[in-house]
């Protein structure tokens, strides 16, 4: 028993603590120097995800087919508009971009008449301008190697 009360008071005490300089004027001394401007600035600003993904934006195509995948505005969190054509347009569910420690990777959703949840799952090989990866074609439950060029 002894010790829940003392844990009981000790997580009174750091309450207490926690509100003791709430009301507390932050103004500093007379002649002191203020440090309040390098305590409050706003965090540096970290460059939006799509300046990093601005190198995807086009029109890629498989040369195996003649399958076209256009990526355009590519938001911050990684969500794209996507078009994807057969040569006929196929309705994209969604379409993302992430990125990690230099891999640029590209997933895409379609959800259409013939497609239903095929997925792309591709890796931009920045060298080679290309994406390559995996094509999941969901009525056969196949998945088959793929490659897009960028159409210039």
Known sequence: MKTKSFTQLLALLALAASFAGCNQSRSPAPGAVSTEAVTNTAPATVAPASADYAKLKGRWERPDGGYVLELRDIATDGTAK????????????????????????????LRDVNYPGCTYSLTYDAQADQLYGQYYQAAMQQTYDVTFGRLK
């Open 82 to 109: 996507a078009a994807y054509f057969n040569p006929s347009p196929i309705n994209v569910e969604s379409a993302r971009v992430s990125g990690s420690n230099g891999v640029t990777k590209v997933f895409v959703t």
